[in-house]
């Protein structure tokens, strides 16, 4: 058998690289040289093959897919989506039931939370989407090189009317705020957390607002239906609340008050307290009750009706 040997160890010189000019002679001149500009290039990808299955064959194969594999399947669909993927999406793409789908998300980002993984994975604006750690933020932030999206006190203050009040008109905002707000509507326009619904039907017609799914992605909110309400607000422990007026301060970070609000364990201690609110209450509504009567009868007592005259005798 033979072999090839290192010319440096039989005592030859390195091999110099290929100079400019043996390169062009090589490929039949420089770069920019009108015989080879004129050589119409090959086509050198190659064609694609036999068109996608159809869906009920994905249906068919994605059912014999193991949960390990549709976990790393997820994994890479949401790796490159760019926006929060919906099951219904997630289904048409892979084949995979939804059942099996919502499953193995909740799966997925239980098990990233218990790891204090860099990555989460959060239910957002209607979707599934990989998040970066919130304790992690201020380095994403420096590694990106871009600044923290913050909002003004006037700016949080609209925006709440907005989402708890939609869909609702300026002068509707402007009656509680008890100031001019088109030029910060303007600018939640611009940023795309507000949108244009429409017109309500009164004089004047007035522009009705309401939240966008990017004010969803804003503040990491699965849905409307996740904003917490006042009650629950009320019900904070001391400490999230000074978190939470802190946050909403003219330099606070928006982000920082959503994550208070969402504690996680705030979810258990409300259910555990809830049967006494809502006795409580109850016992509120029986007293109101109670002392609307007794306003009545008071109110008998202290004005009775007057007499009523007898009616004229016929003649």
Same mark, same amino acid.
Not at 7 to 14: A, D, F, R, V, Y
Not at 235 to 257: D, F, S, Y
């Given at each position: 058998?033979?072999?090839?040997?290192?010319? =440096?160890?039989?005592?030859?010189?390195?091999?110099?690289?290929?100079?400019?000019?043996?390169? %062009?002679?090589?490929?039949?001149?420089?770069?920019?040289?009108? &015989?080879?500009?004129?050589?119409?290039?090959?086509?050198?990808?190659?064609?694609?093959?036999?068109?996608?299955?159809?869906?009920?064959?994905?249906?068919?194969? #994605? %059912?014999?897919?193991?949960?390990?594999?549709?976990?790393?399947?997820? =994994? #890479?669909?949401?790796?490159?989506?760019?926006?929060?993927?919906?099951?219904?999406?997630?289904?048409?793409?892979?084949?995979?039931?939804?059942?099996?789908?919502?499953?193995?998300?909740? +799966?997925? %980002?239980?098990?990233?939370? &218990?790891?204090?993984?860099?990555?989460?994975?959060?239910?957002?604006?209607?979707?599934?989407?990989?998040?970066?750690?919130?304790?992690?933020?201020?380095?994403?932030? +420096?590694?990106?090189?871009?600044?923290? =999206?913050?909002?003004?006190?006037?700016?949080?203050?609209?925006?709440?009317?907005?989402?708890? +009040?939609?869909?609702? !008109?300026?002068?509707?905002? &402007?009656?509680?705020? #008890?100031?001019? #707000?088109?030029?910060?509507?303007?600018?939640?326009?611009?940023?795309?957390?507000?949108?244009?619904?429409?017109?309500?039907?009164?004089?004047?017609?007035?522009?009705?607002?309401?939240?966008?799914?990017?004010?969803?992605?804003?503040?990491? @909110?699965?849905?409307?239906a996740s904003l917490p309400t006042l009650r629950e607000f009320q019900e904070l422990t001391k400490e999230h609340q000074e978190i939470v007026e802190k946050e909403t301060a003219p330099t606070a970070r928006v982000e920082g008050t959503v994550a208070a609000l969402a504690d996680p364990h705030f979810r258990?201690?409300?259910?555990? !307290?809830? =049967?006494?609110?809502?006795?409580? @209450?109850?016992? @509120? &509504?029986? %007293?109101?009750? *109670? *002392?609307?009567?007794?306003?009545?009868?008071?109110?008998?007592? @202290?004005?009775?009706?007057?007499?009523?005259?007898?009616?004229?005798?016929?003649?």
């Amino acid at each position: 058998m033979s072999t090839v040997s290192n010319p =440096q160890e039989q005592g030859h010189p390195p091999l110099e690289p290929f100079s400019d000019s043996e390169i %062009a002679s090589a490929v039949g001149g420089p770069p920019g040289d009108p &015989e080879v500009e004129e050589i119409e290039p090959a086509n050198i990808d190659e064609r694609a093959g036999d068109q996608e299955a159809p869906f009920e064959k994905l249906v068919q194969r #994605s %059912a014999r897919l193991t949960p390990e594999k549709v976990k790393r399947v997820l =994994q #890479s669909l949401l790796l490159v989506a760019d926006k929060p993927v919906s099951i219904d999406a997630l289904h048409q793409s892979t084949g995979i039931a939804k059942k099996s789908l919502k499953e193995a998300l909740e +799966r997925m %980002a239980l098990e990233l939370r &218990e790891a204090e993984s860099g990555i989460v994975l959060e239910e957002v604006s209607g979707g599934w989407q990989f998040r970066t750690d919130v304790e992690s933020a201020e380095y994403v932030r +420096r590694f990106l090189q871009v600044k923290p =999206q913050r909002l003004t006190r006037a700016a949080v203050e609209t925006l709440a009317i907005i989402a708890y +009040r939609q869909p609702v !008109t300026r002068p509707e905002i &402007e009656e509680i705020r #008890s100031v001019d #707000s088109a030029a910060v509507l303007k600018a939640l326009l611009d940023r795309r957390l507000v949108k244009i619904l429409g017109k309500k039907e009164e004089v004047g017609r007035p522009i009705l607002y309401g939240t966008t799914k990017e004010f969803l992605e804003f503040f990491a @909110l699965k849905d409307l239906a996740s904003l917490p309400t006042l009650r629950e607000f009320q019900e904070l422990t001391k400490e999230h609340q000074e978190i939470v007026e802190k946050e909403t301060a003219p330099t606070a970070r928006v982000e920082g008050t959503v994550a208070a609000l969402a504690d996680p364990h705030f979810r258990e201690r409300l259910d555990e !307290t809830t =049967q006494d609110a809502d006795r409580a @209450l109850q016992e @509120l &509504e029986g %007293a109101i009750a *109670a *002392a609307d009567e007794r306003s009545k009868a008071a109110s008998q007592l @202290l004005n009775p009706p007057l007499p009523s005259e007898p009616d004229p005798k016929p003649d």
